[in-house]
């Protein structure tokens, strides 16, 4: 079964960091490009970032561009998201996705996402 | 960044209605629009992709049709499990975006 399930969330201060990981199963992980996508409470989608399959390229949001990492660690078919300089808008559930395989511009498979809330 | 608009913002309907929610990007994307569908709770998940190419194992009762700058997603006769709130979303750029959500409630 293709499966994505993302850890790591949790409460943590204003300017802190943490690092959300996305365990992949089910399919060949090095072949996929990958997202992070979050969704502050009762709001809508945001898409986050991109890493390629191969690690070698990434885009970021510009709401997150330069406090926010993403890779990926083929070998252990994991994704990864290190937030920094947390902020309290940057709470929110964080989705990893997958691209398609035969076409990388839509995401196909979804995680059930991990929490991350900002807060003194 | 492109924006993304989507319309209406919510909408009340009744089971076996037609429905139609509009997406418009603030520029042209050609068919780089996906649609997704998510309930309470859950993970999106896709319906459309490349505007109007149906995800496998999703229902035919869906459709979706545009390109540059105006999309349509459909859904023909709504069903009880259909109400969820839908996203439009753009990868023509390096930075994708959503379109802000359309609700469909149940009348």
């Known amino acids: 079964e293709v499966q994505l399930v993302e850890s790591g969330g949790g409460l943590v201060q204003p300017g802190g960091s943490l690092r959300l990981s996305c365990a992949a199963s089910g399919f060949t992980f090095s072949s996929y490009w990958m997202h992070w996508v979050r969704q502050a409470p009762g709001k809508g989608l945001v898409w986050v970032s991109r890493i390629n399959s191969d690690g070698s390229s990434t885009s970021y949001a510009d709401s997150v561009k330069g406090r926010f990492t993403i890779s990926r660690d083929n070998a252990k078919n994991t994704l990864y998201l290190q937030m920094n300089s947390l902020r309290a808008e940057d709470t929110a559930v964080y989705y990893c996705?997958?691209?398609?395989?035969?076409?990388?511009?839509?995401?196909?498979?979804w995680g059930k996402g991990t929490t991350v809330t900002v807060s003194s | 960044d492109i924006q993304m608009t989507q319309s209406p913002s919510s909408l009340s309907a009744s089971v076996g209605d037609r429905v139609t929610i509009t997406c418009r990007a603030s520029?042209?994307?050609?068919?780089?629009l996906n649609w997704y569908q998510q309930k309470p709770g859950k993970a999106p998940k896709l319906l459309i992709y490349a505007a109007s190419s149906l995800q496998s194992g999703v229902p035919s009762r869906f459709s979706g049709s545009g390109s540059g700058t105006d999309f349509t997603l459909t859904i023909s006769s709504l069903q009880p499990e259909d109400f969820a709130t839908y996203y439009c979303q753009q990868s023509y750029s390096a930075l994708w975006t959503f379109g802000q959500g359309t609700k469909v409630e149940i009348k």
């Open positions: 520029q042209r994307i050609s068919s780089y």
């Open positions: 996705a997958r691209s398609g395989y035969y076409s990388q511009y839509h995401m196909d498979v």
